[in-house]
């Protein structure tokens, strides 16, 4: 009975641990954000980095899950005689759900690993250890600019997501499902609100936050030695990925039920 209990308790320790050490991790980061020194070079190329070169591939993820989410709905619709809610459906769907999360997914995939391999090889080259020397705190100049670039930038991301998601639905909507454009573009504006829109934007800014994050928390911990990075890259994603999903169903129960 005592292993079956230590076999239990052991991992649940771990994941608490863990989760401890996330969150001291989190309250120093947010604890920097507002106090001097403000490195703002590092900033301007973490904005460059999350932000600009992210936006292909988020507008070609964007553009593919609007078109196939039209063809869907349409299908599904055809059924019940209501193929006109296609442009509503795609535009909410989105803003609301697709557009903020796929755009996520993405970015954490791409970001969080350039992230966590970048911070991870500089601790195993000592890099880290020498900024410690010339007196500058580690966190304040690689985990902050980064954290709040990517917070800044990814609403941004979301937003163009979403409008290039809606007009793959429109140009499947126009050339392959026969709709009129003046009234798929009417049903979309009609039915589209600003809370939609909204919601995914502050959803774009919490996901930015946890990408950036997780990218930092597993390179500062990084193991020596290539497969330690090799780790913490892998870490990275999977941890970023799995809390997008899980704050995606919690922002979702706050956003929307009354």
Not at 161 to 176: F, N, T
Not at 245 to 251: D, F, Q, T, W
């Amino acid at each position: 009975m005592t292993a079956i209990l230590g076999a239990i308790g052991r991992p649940v320790l771990e994941a608490l641990a863990a989760v401890g050490r996330v969150g001291l991790f989190t309250a120093q980061v947010l604890g920097h954000i507002l106090r001097p020194p403000y490195y703002l070079r590092e900033f301007g190329l973490a904005l460059l980095q999350i932000g600009w070169l992210s936006l292909p591939v988020v507008g070609l993820t964007a553009i593919f899950t609007g078109g196939a989410l039209a063809l869907q709905i349409y299908a599904g619709g055809a059924r019940f005689n209501a193929e006109s809610v296609v442009p509503s459906i795609v535009a909410i769907g989105m803003t609301r759900e697709l557009g903020p999360v796929l755009g996520g997914l993405m970015v954490a995939a791409r970001v969080a690993s350039s992230i966590a391999a970048e911070i991870g090889t500089m601790k195993v080259t000592e890099q880290i250890d020498a900024l410690v020397t010339l007196s500058t705190n580690p966190l304040k100049y690689l985990a902050v600019p980064r954290v709040v670039a990517a917070t800044i930038a990814m609403p941004v991301l979301v937003a163009v997501g979403d409008a290039i998601g809606i007009m793959g639905g429109w140009l499947v909507g126009i050339m392959r499902l026969d709709f009129n454009s003046a009234t798929y573009l009417k049903n979309t504006a009609d039915f589209l609100e600003v809370w939609d829109v909204g919601s995914g934007l502050v959803k774009g800014a919490v996901f930015g936050f946890i990408v950036a994050l997780m990218g930092c928390y597993h390179g500062m911990n990084s193991a020596r030695g290539a497969q330690g990075v090799g780790r913490a890259t892998k870490s990275a994603v999977v941890s970023a990925s799995v809390l997008i999903l899980a704050s995606n169903y919690v922002l979702t129960e706050i956003f929307f039920t009354s």
